[in-house]
């Protein structure tokens, strides 16, 4: 048993750490602390603790908060080229290196700033990406002037409410949809970077533009039932308030 092994191990590590007057890890092997989590089926792509983590309370959910719809647009342009397991395990140096992604001081950033982020191992070192969040930034708040939030603009692109799939395997999920082309098109007439098609159809799916969580995971049901689908209305709804 895989959990008795974890067990003993941990017991060993204890002993170790007493004989050498070490104070043992906090974290590690407490299987007997986890709830029993057999049962709950979740899409594949969940598999380490930071992606379940980030799968259950994330991906999927309705953004509606500007500052977090304008993080998602930099984290996903940023993963682009590299698994989004990178990205998550950096998202909080992220934070910390990008002033809490808010765009009027991104926007402001000078050269000493650029140089200051590329030399900064915390996040993805790419030139490109670093000077993309800038001019996004800007983009961002062109957007924000225009239509009063990003969250207005941005949404029109889904006609206001999510779009309820019923994937049965992640395999039927494409890398792209007419939506993310057009959304994508949109972005980047206004000069956004790094916002192509299939990095704006992973946006959507994490902003909760629309439910690909796979029909037999968890999360499915209870992201359908916040917005069941009735396309004839399409007046805009808030669903989580
Ligand atoms: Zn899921």
Known sequence: MAAERKHHAASAARQRARK??????ATGARVEDRPPSESIVRCRWAQDELSVQYHDAEWGVPVHDDRLLFEFLILEGAQAGLSWITILRKRENYRKAFDNFDPAKIARYDARKVAQLLADPGIVRNRL?????????KAFLAVQKEFGTFDTFLWQF???????????????????????????KELSRRGFKFVGSTICYAFMQAVGMVND?????????????????????????????
């Open 20 to 25: 050498s007057n070490i104070r043992p890890q």
């Open 158 to 184: 889904v006609g206001g409410r999510p779009i309820q799939n019923r994937r049965k395997s992640f395999d039927q999920v494409p890398a792209r949809t007419r939506e993310s082309d057009a959304m994508s």
């Open 213 to 241: 969580h796979t029909a037999n995971c968890f999360r499915y049901q209870k992201l359908a039932k916040i917005t069941p689908p009735q396309p004839a209305s399409r007046r805009r709804s808030s669903p989580l308030g």
């Open 129 to 137: 990406k670093i000077a993309a969040a800038i001019q996004n930034a």
